[in-house]
């Protein structure tokens, strides 16, 4: 017989319930056809919580020690700042060829 932790069927409806509206707020974004830097920060911070969301409450992260959170969440973050540091020295080095050698 399995012993652990339930959780209430509520919990996951209201979490399905804050999908949903964040969900039809993306496509709004899309909707009222905001441009450029606006409508990529909307996207991005709505996709940001939905996939906390998801990770919190359906894969169980909220209840996890923080060994194992740290575990699973910090490689990708680790993943993300290389991304990000590559993609801004691969700017420079564009930006400086096009200086240097037009």
């Not at 969900?23 to 909707?31: G, K």
């Not at 990529?40 to 919580?49: F, G, P, S, V």
């Not at 996890?64 to 740290?70: I, Q």
Request: aromatic fraction near 12%; proline fraction near 3%; include cysteine.
């Amino acid at each position: 017989m399995n012993t652990g932790q339930q959780h209430p069927i509520s919990l996951y409806l209201k979490v399905w319930g804050l999908l949903f509206v964040l969900s039809s707020l993306s496509y709004l974004v899309d909707y009222v056809h905001l441009q450029g830097y606006l409508r990529w920060t909307l996207i991005l911070i709505l996709m940001l919580l939905k996939a906390g969301l998801i990770v919190a409450v359906f894969m169980h992260m909220a209840w996890e020690r923080l060994a194992l959170v740290c575990a699973i969440l910090l490689p990708p973050m680790c993943l993300l700042v290389l991304v990000f540091l590559m993609a801004t020295e691969a700017n420079h080095t564009f930006l400086t060829r096009l200086l240097f050698f037009r």
